[in-house]
């Protein structure tokens, strides 16, 4: 179970590498064309950046005292509480969820950062 804690920790640590990456993006867009249309989507991008850093974040401090809850339990009686296993499924739903919608706002982001450059 500590292995696929870790697995989500590392998928959390991915997106959030890969937005601040599309934020440099924007950054580097905005020095170089300025228009209305493309301010008004950049805002409103950043704006969508930082909701879900607040969210990635919070789920990543959750994951992580999951993970630090296993290690205690298993350190005192190597046994796995049903109650993590139930917390484990439920931030595994939603690293999964993230991950997918992530995936799917990150091309359309790529799209508009071509589109804008052309």
């Known amino acids: 179970m500590l ?6 920790i590392r998928t959390i640590d991915f997106i959030q ?6 934020k440099r993006k924007l950054s580097s ?9 493309v301010i008004a989507w950049a805002e409103n991008l950043h704006q969508e950046i ?5 969210a990635i974040q ?3 401090g959750d994951v992580v005292a999951l993970r630090n809850q296993v ?6 009686n190597n046994i796995v509480d049903p109650s993590a296993v139930s917390a484990y499924k439920k931030y ?7 991950e997918a919608e992530f995936f799917t706002w990150k091309n359309i982001a790529n ?3 071509e589109s804008a450059l052309y």
């Open 111 to 113: 799209e508009k950062f």
């Open 17 to 22: 590498e890969e937005q601040s990456f599309i």
């Open 50 to 54: 930082l909701n879900r850093e607040t």
């Open 58 to 60: 919070l789920l990543k």
């Open 3 to 8: 292995q696929e804690i870790e697995s989500l």
């Open 71 to 76: 290690k205690l339990i298993r350190s005192v």
């Open 92 to 98: 595994k739903q939603q690293v999964s969820y993230i």
């Open 29 to 37: 867009l905005l020095e170089n064309m300025v228009m209305s249309d």
